[in-house]
């Protein structure tokens, strides 16, 4: 019993690890392409969730919350971070629902279907829900023209239209992203924990 919390502890260390790593290495958690950055931070959280369970998911999504959260203070990822990242519900809640979604998710479908879809299907929706998330609540909270400016435009009543457009052209294919990477890398760990 002993031995197994030991690596349970050791396993979700090494993930949060993996976390501040994505962060902080430029190239690693943020992929620039052209104007937008693909992030493939979410993808960690979701393997985390369907190896450890939507607990321990939970937490390695509140790590990355937090971390947003505080550089949104110290050192901003962008424009737009110090005006939407200091609030955590929007920086640490979205990331902490990603694990929680995924690893819930994931157990219910691999009774209904085979494997390998389940975890296709957890990654996509854990995804999109950090997506829909925060783009939602910064809907919600900041239509301000100070955010629009950030999206590109004065007028604050095309925010929301330019909110969707970041779904589909970066939240989409991080969905995707996260829905081909998430089995390759969780099957031989699935297997490794028997």
Not at 59 to 82: D, N, Q
Request: charged letters at 10%; proline letters at 7%.
């Amino acid at each position: 019993m002993q031995k197994n919390k030991a690596y349970r502890i050791s396993i979700l260390a090494m993930f949060i690890a993996i976390i501040i790593i994505q962060n902080f290495v430029p190239l690693f958690g943020y992929i620039p392409l052209g104007l937008l950055d693909l992030t493939t931070i979410h993808i960690t959280v979701i393997i985390a969730a369907i190896i450890l369970g939507p607990k321990d998911g939970a937490l390695v999504g509140g790590a990355w919350g937090l971390i947003t959260f505080i550089r949104a203070f110290t050192s901003p990822t962008s424009p737009l971070a110090p005006l939407v990242f200091t609030n955590p519900v929007v920086s640490i809640v979205p990331r902490i629902l990603i694990g929680l979604v995924a690893g819930w998710l994931f157990i219910w479908l691999q009774h209904k279907i085979k494997r390998t879809p389940a975890m296709m299907l957890a990654a996509l929706v854990g995804a999109l829900v950090n997506t829909i998330l925060v783009l939602g609540l910064i809907y919600l909270f900041y239509r301000t023209p100070a955010v629009a400016q950030a999206y590109g435009t004065a007028d604050v009543s095309r925010l929301g239209g330019l909110l969707l457009v970041v779904v589909a052209t970066n939240g989409i294919p991080e969905a995707i992203l996260a829905a081909v990477v998430a089995p390759l890398i969780c099957t031989p760990l699935l297997r490794f924990r028997k």
